[in-house]
């Protein structure tokens, strides 16, 4: 202290206030039916009705106990019970009961106390908020105590097992009759009476009002007695703005949502105690119990099933919030999307909304009504293996598995190929392939090839072959983009036997001596395709022919002058002669004829 008359704290230290000695009911020892009713603070800037984080509710039959062990001077205290009623009925029977933890010093103040001094029935009137229960208690410096409250009945002679009420707290005031300057005279009895009358009232209730400024010096001096002084602030650096407290009662400044005089907590419904303050608790209205959390992590205290920091969303295995429901995976699934239901993680080869369907490439009914495994496709081996030829199969009404084959497989098992594929997929390591006929086949016709061999059986266009890679007999194409067409052979010069045509070319096949890419013309030096079997040599005469070539058709030779004959090998008419030896001469020997004249008579 510090001060002419040493009534003022130094800096950073403060006088206690008279109703320091306060101990929180909701901190205190209780009996199981008690129950913790933590209150938020007004948002509406009104001055809370309770201290500490709320009220400890009592209900009949109850009780809380309240340990003592800061008392500093020996001295008279008024107990005062700070409380709010929850029924429109006084509590007519409580009592108090002083437990002393070693007998009363015989020279001190207190050695007149007797032990029924220390039981003391009291009510609870509902119009108040605070009550003195009576006599004061003398309490030793340095001794422990506990001061145990039995909340009996509400109302006497009746049990009323709904009947409770909200226990704020209790505070030890010193009384006046202990303080050495309101004794020994006139003008200290004239004090006492004045801060009595004026002054004492005003420290039994949490807020009040309209206080005398007299008052104030009177509860420095008596709270520097009371208290052996000034106190420390010890404003905590994080949750205070400076280390400076109010001289009377030592309340620190504190930052935003943190509470306690030192500024060492975060305020009920907050949490996160730090160099900003406290963040607000913000717990969901629906999903959280109320709108207190942990003060270091935050975390709200959730309804049945519903998760998270602030209780806005359901726990694992749950969905719909705020009307959280068991994920229906059918037991495939232990989490499901928190909104729409739908199964996380599906196991045992299931999907699907609800785990309810075989992943593709597996069959089976996984619902929990029917429990039938998903198995791998047998089709007709399984998924993952060469020899797989659908990517889902399913169970039909009698539980037989269907394959959904892929293209170019059919068959209850995929084992077998449709039209127009070929191979031996009921083999391993066997599949089944389109038909290799060069595009030469109709695809609406079934049997187009074998279904084991591929060997084309429908050939179109004019093709043939295992494959319809060439043109059939009578018909050629040049190159294999071209269709094929039709040879034309002559009718006379082909030799229809020796086999068709050529199917690259066109070229017929020829009779002896026949050429032509139709066979319709002799080789030179030949002639009479009209035989139907060939052309015969034109054996043209070389003394008598011009040259050696005849007349295709009708097999004449070019015959010198003077020579006749097919072959020109004789003389020609009216000309005689060898022509072996070139020898044809046309000497012309005249002959005499004797004529005899008739002369016959003529009639008219």
Known sequence: MTGRTCNIPKQQYFTASLDFLLYEAEYANRSPNCQVVIREPYRDNRQDSWTGVGFMKAPEGSSIEFDIDDIKTTALYDPVVRYEPLQN?????????????????????????????????????MEKRSIVVGPAIC??????????????????????????????????????????????????????????????????????QNVPEMCQKYYTSIGAYIFNGAQSCQCDPTGSISKLCKEYGGICTCKQNVVGRRCDSCSPGTYGFGPEGCKGCDCDSIGALDNFCNVTTGQCKCRANTYGRECNQCRTGFWNFPNCQRCDCNGHADICDSKSGTCISCRDYTESYACDRCIDGF???????????????????????????ADTCTLDPTRDVVCHCKEGYAGARCDVCVDNYFGNPEVPGGSCRPCECNDKIDLLRPGNCDPHTGKCKQCLYETTGDHCERCRGGYFRNSPDEMCRECVCHVLGTNNTAG????????????????????????????????????EPCNCDPVGS????????????????NFGGRQCNECKANYWGNPKANQCTSKFIPKVYNCIFLFLPFRV
């Open 500 to 535: 068709p045509c050529d199917p690259e070319s066109g070229k017929c096949s020829c009779f002896p001596h026949v050429i032509g890419q139709e066979c319709d013309q002799c080789e030179d030096y030949y002639w009479k395709i009209a035989s139907g079997s060939g052309c």
């Open 546 to 561: 011009v040259d050696l070539q005849c007349h295709r058709f009708y097999g004449q030779c070019k015959c010198k002058e």
């Open 139 to 208: 309490l030793e410096a340095g001794e422990k105590y506990k001061i145990i409250i039995d909340f009996k009945k509400s109302q006497y002679n009746q049990d009323t097992p709904t009947a409770s009420v909200l226990i704020d707290s209790i505070v030890l005031l010193p009384r006046a009759d202990s303080i050495p300057w309101f004794s020994g005279s006139s003008p200290a009895e004239q004090k006492r009476r004045e801060y009595q009358d004026n002054c004492e009232y005003a420290l039994y209730s949490l807020n009040s």
């Open 89 to 125: 009925l006084d509590w007519d029977d409580a009592e108090m009961r002083i437990i002393r933890m070693k007998p009363i010093d015989a020279t001190s103040l207190c050695s007149e106390t007797r032990p029924e001094d220390d039981i003391k029935p009291f009510s609870l009137p």
């Open 363 to 389: 069959y089976g009914d996984p619902r929990l009504n029917a429990d039938i495994p998903c198995r791998p496709c047998p089709c007709p081996g399984i998924a993952g293996t060469n020899h797989s030829f």
